[in-house]
Structure formats: C-alpha cells, structure tokens
C-alpha cells in the first residue's frame, strides 16, 4: 500500500471510529506530537481521535497532500455549535504511520466541543 493509500485508510478508519484499524496502522514507535498541551502517546491520540469522531456531526479531509513517504491532511469537524480546523502531517515506514504530528484549533476544540480534552 502507497503512502496515499494508507494515509487515506488511516484517516478513514479513525472518522468511522475503528479503533482497530487506527492502531494497527500505526507503528508501535511511532513518534506522536501535538499541540494539545498533555502528554501523546499511542493509547492518547487514538481515544482522542474517537472522541472527535464521536462528537463531530461531520469530519471533512479539506486537504490531502502527498510526497514520497509523506503526507499532510486538513480536516473540518463540524459540531452543532461550529467547526474546527486539524491539520495532520505524517510519516509513512513499512507500511505503517511512523510519525504523526497534529495540529489543533484549540480555542475552537475548547469553545464547540465543551469536555473533549477535559480527564
């Protein structure tokens, strides 16, 4: 599977809240980044995921951009009360995503999805 493919699959799996997809394409050293201001780890971003995708009335990819082994994706996820914006840049190696960097409207995240980042 191409870099294309896969990262179309990934995003794919985690909007449908499959949880078992979204980590068996994920490598299981992946390096994970975001800019939500807790700790990311594998287990982290794949309940926050699904809780997004449970949330969101609707999740739209805005941008795909694909060049060798990498990737970038923009999503609009959109809620009764507004939409927020995630761009998402990854790093495909041996078929899996090795490196995910996400980044967040938080304002937007904390204001239309109230309780989202909340423990």
């Known amino acids: 599977m191409g870099t ?26 992946a390096e994970i980044e975001w800019n939500l201001g807790i700790p990311v780890d594998d287990e982290e971003l794949v309940q926050t995921l699904h809780r997004i995708a449970a949330f969101a009335d609707s999740i739209t990819i805005k ?23 995630i761009a998402e840049f990854l790093e495909v190696a041996d078929g899996r995503v090795a490196d995910i960097r996400q980044v967040y409207d938080v304002v937007a995240l904390r204001r239309f999805f109230p309780g989202l980042l909340d423990d």
Request: hydrophobic share 40%; proline share 4%; aromatic share 12%.
């Open 4 to 29: 294309a493919d896969l990262v179309t699959f990934y995003a794919y799996s985690w909007m449908t809240r499959d949880r078992t997809a979204v980590r068996r394409l994920i490598a299981p050293d």
């Open 63 to 85: 941008s795909t951009a694909c060049n060798g082994d990498r990737a970038s994706l923009v999503y609009d996820c959109t809620a009764p009360f507004g939409t927020v914006r």
